[in-house]
């Protein structure tokens, strides 16, 4: 029987840290933000969806889509978000579905679902338990602050687009406080794998 893990948080929480050391388990993860990457790519249905919608301003030389771009325009737009979310969630969520009835298939103990708007866009259903990456929202500013270079507004403007990281520790099965050093997160998600009987 496979548990499948919905792992979220909020941008920057640390679920590609705490994804990573599952992959080092050899538990199989299932990335939406890489897939939502994927299905825009020029020649997807998704792609032609988008450029109808925001117009070749968005779209770069190479004919790829200009991700800061569209990124300035979405998160300081609720209704553009919104319109964007409704044409490239389906084609995420499909995908993750074939890929994870894959693993399914083929008997995989665990595979994690990496979801950031698991909450939001109401996909627990999908998973079997729901694991959040929590900090504290300074420390989640000052990371995506550092590690996308963005401006304090940049950063918070994406944050907020989100729903908050405490109202998603406290809708989670269980959730991992990664404010401290990575090795103590490691720590943490060995005792929820263990509470939750896997690897
Ligand atoms: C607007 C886009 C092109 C900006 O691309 P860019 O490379 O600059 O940012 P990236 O994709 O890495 O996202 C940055 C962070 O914002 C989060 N995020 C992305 N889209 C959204 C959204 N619609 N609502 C809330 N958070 C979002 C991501 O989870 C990530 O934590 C891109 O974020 C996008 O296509 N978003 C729509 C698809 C989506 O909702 N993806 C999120 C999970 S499925
Ligand atoms: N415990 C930690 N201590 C210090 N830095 C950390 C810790 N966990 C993560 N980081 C750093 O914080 C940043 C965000 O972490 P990570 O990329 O794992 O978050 P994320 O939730 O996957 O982000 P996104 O939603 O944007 O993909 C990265 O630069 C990462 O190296």
Redesign the pocket.
């Known amino acids: 029987m496979t548990v499948v893990i919905g792992l979220t948080?909020?941008?920057?929480?640390?679920?590609?840290?705490?994804?990573?050391m599952f992959q080092a388990k050899n538990f199989p993860v299932i990335d939406a933000?890489l897939i939502a990457r994927e299905v825009v790519e020029p020649g997807e249905r998704a792609y032609d969806q988008v450029v109808e919608a925001f117009g070749k301003e968005i779209i770069k030389d190479d004919h790829k889509i200009n991700r800061p771009k569209l990124g300035s325009i979405i998160f300081t737009d609720e209704d553009k978000r919104k319109q964007l979310n409704a044409i490239v969630h389906p084609a995420v969520r499909s995908r993750m579905l074939s890929i994870r009835d894959d693993y399914i298939k083929k008997g995989m103990p665990c595979v994690v679902l990496?979801i950031?708007l698991l909450f939001e866009s109401n996909l627990t259903h999908l998973v079997d338990k729901t694991l959040v990456?929590y900090?504290d929202e300074d420390?989640?500013l000052s990371?995506?602050m550092?590690?996308?270079g963005y401006s304090e507004k940049e950063a918070s403007d994406?944050i907020k687009a989100q729903m908050p990281l405490k109202e998603k520790a406290n809708l989670a099965d269980i959730f991992i406080d990664?404010?401290?050093?990575?090795?103590?997160?490691k720590v943490q998600l060995d005792q929820v794998l263990q509470t939750w009987g896997i690897g």
Do not use: C
């Open positions: 948080g909020g941008i920057a929480s640390g679920k590609s840290t705490v994804s990573s933000d990496d950031p990456v900090v420390v989640q990371r995506l550092k590690r996308n994406r990664n404010n401290h050093s990575i090795e103590e997160t």
